[in-house]
């Protein structure tokens, strides 16, 4: 009962949050340098007053900012999202986020699991085995990871795989898996359009797409690799030198069990945090690898959209980021739950 008191209340907070980012996002491009109105006919040939302000009145920057605040907020509470203004001008900007939203949140899903997957248990092994090759070799691959620019290792990646292809005759469309799917593009989720299932029905097509999004996934999910490698290594170096682990040990507990059942499952809860937002970042920041490797997601569509002031489109997708973030954190809460029976309770 308490733990979902405890969920309840994390829940409760999240609206407030979201509020205020909304709410900034709508004060920094209403009141902010960039000015909707002259972008829209910065491709006109002579720019007067009227048009200038026949262009403020067809995107509504005539209100009073109150009552456009009020209209606006209202309309994206209640996902009425409206349409674009400068950016694929006058589509739909719900159409553009169910169009966009799937190849960054699949494109952030396999950065995060390869982070996961590979640093995690990478940085517990060199824990485990501290002051080994092993501990060394898992260590300077970490800090090596983690140093490797996202956008210089995307260049560096690209270029190889293009290179090789030229060079040595190598394909990609071949290689361990022989499905087309190419280097560059946007990965092919079509076929799951209103049908979630076809990820498990159709596993020729989903395998095609995972290894569409895996170079850059790799390239996305390298930082977080390295960073979780590092800070899970010391969280067992440190969850090593409890006292609860030396009295299991003069207890006569055997190894492997002190250290699945007492060093690992404490070691995780420092790493909690910093997976779940990770998380949020990869999916968020993908702009600059969307770049690279040609994916048209949510990063790219954002940054296009914050750079012109397209209010409609900007609040939409910083709404769904906000919502992701928050969703992650939520999540976050439910692990600190599950890993250490203390959170939720009263006093803790």
């Known amino acids: 009962m308490e733990r979902l008191k405890y969920i309840t209340k ?25 000015d909707p109105a002259a972008n829209l006919l910065s491709g006109n040939e002579r720019l007067t007053e009227e048009k200038y302000e026949a262009a403020r009145q067809s995107l509504g920057l005539d209100q009073p900012p ?37 190849r960054t949140v699949w494109l952030g ?29 898992a260590s300077v691959s970490g800090i090596v990871w983690r140093a490797m620019p996202n956008f210089w290792l995307a260049v560096i990646l690209l270029s ?43 596993p020729k097509e989903t395998l095609a797409a995972i290894k569409k999004i895996l170079p850059a996934a790799l390239v ?12 899970g ?38 790493l909690v945090p910093i997976v779940t937002t990770e998380a949020f970042l990869l999916i968020g920041g993908s702009v600059l690898v969307e770049s690279v490797f040609g994916i048209n997601g949510m990063g ?15 609040g939409s997708l910083m709404f769904v980021f906000i919502v992701l973030l928050l969703s992650i954190n939520i999540v976050q809460d439910v692990l600190y739950t599950l890993i250490d029976p203390r959170v939720g309770y009263e006093g803790n």
């Open 10 to 34: 994390r829940i409760l907070m999240a609206f407030p949050v979201l509020w205020l980012g909304t709410s900034m996002t709508w004060f920094i491009i209403y009141q902010g340098p960039v």
């Open 66 to 102: 109150l009552e456009h605040y009020v209209d606006w907020s209202t309309s994206l509470y209640t996902l009425d999202l409206g349409q674009t203004w400068l950016i694929y001008a006058g589509s739909d900007v719900g159409a553009l986020v169910i169009d966009f939203l799937p």
């Open 109 to 137: 899903f396999w950065s995060v699991l390869i982070a996961i997957f590979v640093g995690i248990p990478l940085g517990f092994y060199a824990g485990v085995r501290s002051n080994t090759v092993a501990d060394y070799v």
């Open 160 to 202: 190889v795989l293009v290179g090789s292809e030229t060079l040595l005759g190598f394909d990609w469309d071949t290689f361990l898996i022989d499905l087309p799917s190419g280097v560059t593009g946007n990965p092919g989720l079509s076929y799951m359009a209103g049908d979630p299932l076809a990820l498990f029905t159709q």
């Open 220 to 231: 996305l999910g390298s930082a977080s690799m390295g960073n979780e490698m590092r800070i």
């Open 233 to 270: 290594r010391t969280a067992v170096l440190e969850t090593k030198n409890e006292q609860y682990v030396d009295f299991a040990r003069a207890k006569g507990v055997s190894e492997r069990a002190i250290v699945w059942k007492h060093v690992l499952r404490n070691a995780l809860i420092p």
């Open 300 to 314: 790219k569509l954002f940054f296009d959209a914050a750079i012109q002031g397209d209010l409609p489109l900007v």
